[in-house]
């Protein structure tokens, strides 16, 4: 076991090396450029069109609303990493790790966006008469059959991946909090857990996609309220806060409390590689759920999409980011959601943590239903339709063996298979581009927004 240990601690050194750091930020600021700065300077008609895409046009095809496949896109990436992702990046990398989670997010934009628009673009029907569609589909229609292994390849990494952050991470996440908050022991969370997760996995894309957009925009402003409670109460702190996170991304931080002081290539290592954490630019799962939307126009699915990174990480990780920092806790020495709830506790003493307990149930709980149908779709994708019955099944009970057994290991190995998952489709984004980009300026063009 320590052999299997070294190795995937060896491998996730290099994976999420500098040379990953410069393919993800590379490829979203190559995106951003091709695109002229579009993401960026489309967000208020983003907004405007998450509005208008709960009522899908006549002619538009797919399962679900765009608005249902962005909130599952959303309850995919917003966790644990929201919470306990963060929080990591500012214990180990220092505050400096935040703005480089911003840095990620900006070029990520392109990059969800990019993926999203070869997802719908190049989705097909499967025998079931479902739309289905993400980085394999587009690498198998959109670049031919010689590159066919690298969508397999895909496949099997987001495959395997799925039963590590999206599922087992997840609940281990939930049963931790819950015991430490209210003293439930994990097994009894683990029933609870795998029963609530059946109910609505069992049920495929259109259940997930009709708890996701109920669940998810409640559990967002709910959460978005604490944290502003938090920041109003330390609000003083606020512009101190900012400067430190600017300044020591470019200087490093130097020991403070129990902090043990971190270098300028760490708070980036830990920025970007937490930042894809949550909101998973560049891996490509953004574009599974919204090829399942009712669209009509590829370019109005990723616009949609590339919203989730904005919501994601510039709004509820940069709040929570903020939390930590401006109530002092971030030199404690502690890392992970207990740092987050340390926040919490700092404002709202005596049931701070209870809050973020419930918060962080919640958001695992729909990452974990989010990530059932990615999951689905790449084993699909491998072995055919007759693998969702079964795939459902092992999904259901992974939730159980998740919330009651000891995964420091899972951790690691699910987020050197998140890198893995991210080379094939970042890959797939830079020889597509050219496609991207005339796709783009044609429903750019005069007219051709009205044609949707």
Request: charged residues 10%; hydrophobic residues 55%.
């Amino acid at each position: 076991m320590e052999l299997i240990l070294n190795f995937f601690n060896w491998l996730n050194g290099i994976v999420w090396g500098v040379p990953m750091i410069v393919l993800i930020i590379g490829t979203g600021l190559f995106l951003q450029l091709r695109l002229g700065f579009m993401p960026i300077r489309k967000l208020v008609y983003g907004f405007r069109m998450i509005w208008k895409s709960r009522t899908p046009g006549s002619d538009a095809e797919g399962e679900i609303t765009p608005y249902a496949a962005l909130m599952t896109a959303l309850s995919g990436t917003i966790g644990t990493g929201n919470i306990a992702g963060v929080a990591t990046a500012i214990a180990v990398g220092g505050p400096g790790a935040l703005f480089w989670m911003w840095i990620t997010a900006f070029v990520g934009m392109a990059t969800k966006y990019a993926e999203v628009v070869v997802a719908v673009k190049y989705r097909e029907v499967d025998d079931k008469g479902e739309h289905v569609g993400g980085p394999m589909f587009a690498i198998k229609n959109g670049l031919g059959r010689h590159w066919h292994w690298l969508g397999t390849a895909f496949a099997f990494f987001g495959g395997l991946a799925g039963f590590g952050i999206g599922n087992m991470v997840q609940a281990n996440g939930i049963a931790a909090a819950i015991e430490n908050s209210f003293g439930v022991q994990t097994w009894i969370t683990g029933i609870v857990l795998t029963g609530v997760t059946g109910l609505v996995v069992l049920g495929g894309i259109r259940r997930i996609g009709a708890v996701a957009e109920k669940v998810v925009p409640f559990m967002a402003i709910i959460y978005l309220i604490c944290v502003v409670v938090v920041l109003a109460l330390f609000a003083g702190n606020i512009p101190a806060a900012l400067a430190t996170i600017v300044s020591d991304a470019f200087t490093g931080t130097a020991a403070a409390g129990g902090f043990l002081g971190s270098t300028i290539l760490m708070a980036m290592q830990k920025g970007v590689a937490r930042g894809i954490f949550s909101n998973e630019a560049g891996l490509g799962t953004a574009g599974i759920a919204q090829a399942s939307g009712s669209t009509s126009n590829p370019v109005f699915s990723g616009v949609i999409g590339m919203m989730g990174t904005f919501i994601d990480t510039i709004i509820i990780c940069t709040l929570t980011g903020l939390a930590i920092m401006v109530t002092g806790v971030w030199t404690s020495g502690e890392t992970g959601a207990l740092l987050s709830s340390l926040a919490f506790e700092a404002a709202l003493p005596g049931y701070g943590k209870y809050v973020l307990t419930i918060c962080l149930a919640l958001f695992a709980f729909t990452t974990i239903l989010g990530w059932a149908y990615y999951a689905e779709k790449c084993w699909e994708f491998l072995l055919g339709t007759v693998s969702e019955k079964p795939f459902r099944l092992m999904w259901t009970i992974a939730v159980f063996f998740g919330a009651t057994l000891s995964l420091d290991f899972a951790w690691l190995v699910a987020d050197t298979l998140n890198a893995l998952m991210a080379i094939p489709n970042l890959i797939s984004l830079l020889l597509l581009s050219p496609i991207i980009v005339k796709l783009t300026r044609e429903y750019f063009a005069p007219g051709g927004e009205s044609r949707i």
